[in-house]
């Protein structure tokens, strides 16, 4: 149980256009998602949290209307960059919380964007 | 004083040998403690969660310390296989937005030597 999916897994893109990401919980309801972005030899940093229905929640220093997320289903959030920049090329990774009320978060396998 | 700090390493350990780390934590109201492991280029797994009481899983030994504010993790008989990064994970409980979102530490980095 508690598998969350992500798709791309890749993608290169060039400066300027805009990039969705996919995070699906496979065999769960997650009511809430997390954002992250990991640079090369830096811990996870939280981004977001994607709520069902609602509004995501920012992190301070994280742009919303450069990163805009979309939690339409139960099931699904996406991540989308907008106008991307070399800059924003990282490591992005979705989580869900699992049913245990600990709080245990499950990720997904990442998506690796790398902006021209 | 960063939320999450970790000693980065690298530690080399031969296999068979028994290694811990530390990971403090700033924020004294945290609530949720994990240990992930990161292989290179992917994502984090869940380890252990790490429970006041402390908790145990086969070679796996987690620790708290709520009044140092650090946790622990021991392995014991180390394989080839648990060469990997260890993220220490902590969930601060602060009011408003992001209250569920982990703060990660940057990661310990182990090396089983044969």
């Known amino acids: 149980g508690a598998v969350v999916s992500q798709h791309p897994s890749w993608v290169i893109c060039k400066s300027g256009t805009s990039v969705k990401i996919e995070c699906r919980s496979l065999?769960?309801?997650?009511?809430?998602m997390f954002w992250y972005r990991q640079f090369p030899k830096q811990s996870l940093m939280l981004m977001a949290t994607s709520n069902e229905g609602s509004k995501a929640t920012y992190e301070q220093g994280v742009e919303k209307d450069k990163f805009l997320i979309n939690h339409a289903s139960l099931t699904l959030s996406t991540l989308t960059v907008t106008s991307a920049h070399p800059e924003d090329s990282s490591f992005y990774i979705c989580s869900a919380r699992g049913d245990s009320s600990y709080n245990e978060q499950f990720f997904g396998p990442g998506t690796r964007l790398t902006v021209l | 004083r960063k939320e999450v700090e970790q000693d980065p390493g690298p530690f080399n350990v031969p296999e068979g040998a028994t290694v811990a780390f530390n990971c403090t934590y700033s924020?004294?109201?945290?609530?949720?403690f994990f240990w992930y492991r990161q292989d290179c280029r992917k994502e984090p797994k869940l380890l252990m969660s790490v429970y006041s009481s402390g908790n145990e899983d086969g070679r796996f030994t987690a620790q708290l310390n709520r009044a140092s504010q650090y946790i622990s993790l021991l392995i014991r008989d180390s394989k080839l296989s648990d060469s990997a990064t260890y993220l220490c994970a902590v969930n601060p409980l602060y009011s408003g937005g992001g209250a569920d979102g982990l703060t990660f530490g940057k990661g310990t980095h182990l090396i089983i030597q044969p």
């Open positions: 065999d769960f309801q997650a009511t809430t």
């Open positions: 924020n004294s109201a945290s609530q949720s």
